[in-house]
Antibody, heavy 114, light 110 residues
Framework: QVQLVQSGAEVKKPGASVKVSCKTSGFSFTSSYIHWVRQAPGHGLEWMGMVRSSGDSPSYAQKVQGRVTMTKDTSTNTLYLELNSLTPEDTAVYYC???????WGQGTRVTVSA | QSALTQPASVSGSPGQSITISCTGTSSDVGSYNLVFWYQQHPGKVPKLIIYEVTKRPSGVSDRFSGSKSGDTASLTISGLQAEDEADYYCCSYAPSSTWVFGGGTKLTVL
């Protein structure tokens, strides 16, 4: 069955970087679009970007463009989200998802606090 | 990339029908039949209930239906049940290979 398993919770200081992983199985990794979505406490879902099929460059939301890098390791079917220059406003649960098919990781809580 | 506009809250009594609107622009909702609806219960991962405007994934109740007119998509839930109480989010494909969510709607079953 389809699985997306994310790395554990992170606590970071403002200005630091965070890297979240999403290990996938049960579907064709190289031909799938995987999205990253975050949800701040008490807030709605926010699309951050997506990693496209092998060979294509990622697509990012304007809000995080310049601070975010989404990569994939096809040898381990794992995706990575790296977010730099963190501020408290980046405190959220981060999800990887096959948005089109409704498959979601369990979420990774990232807390940014001094 | 402005968020799609949804009402903050809607409510209905058991057995009634409710509709949640999702208004975008001619560049996103109005241009593509790629509108998705997600249901999210507190503390849970979002669940896909409608894809490509009108289609229901396997296992989703036929009480959920989707439609679109111009720049506005809608989710209708008929025969409201207590378990339908949740947050609902629309999502649309947008220009430049991006996607955008609505702000979310809290459904209360009275």
């Amino acid at each position: 069955q389809v699985q997306l398993v994310q790395s554990g919770a992170e606590v970071k200081k403002p200005g630091a970087s965070v890297k979240v992983s999403c290990k996938t199985s049960g579907f064709s990794f190289t031909s799938s679009y995987i999205h990253w979505v975050r949800q701040a406490p008490g807030h709605g879902l926010e699309w951050m970007g997506m990693v496209r099929s092998s060979g294509d460059s990622p697509s990012y939301a304007q809000k995080v463009q310049g601070r975010v890098t989404m990569t994939k390791d096809t040898s381990t079917n794992t995706l990575y989200l790296e977010l730099n220059s963190l501020t408290p406003e980046d405190t959220a649960v981060y999800y990887c998802t096959r948005l089109y098919y409704g498959d979601w990781g369990q979420g990774t809580r990232v807390t940014v606090s001094a | 990339q402005s968020a799609l506009t949804q009402p903050a809250s809607v409510s209905g009594s058991p057995g009634q029908s409710i509709t949640i609107s999702c208004t975008g622009t001619s560049s996103d909702v109005g241009s593509y039949n790629l509108v998705f609806w997600y249901q999210q219960h507190p503390g849970k991962v979002p669940k896909l209930i409608i894809y490509e405007v009108t289609k229901r994934p396997s296992g989703v109740s036929d009480r959920f239906s989707g439609s679109k007119s111009g720049d506005t998509a809608s989710l209708t839930i008929s025969g409201l049940q207590a378990e339908d109480e949740a947050d609902y989010y629309c999502c649309s494909y947008a220009p430049s290979s991006t996607w955008v969510f609505g702000g979310g709607t809290k459904l209360t079953v009275l």
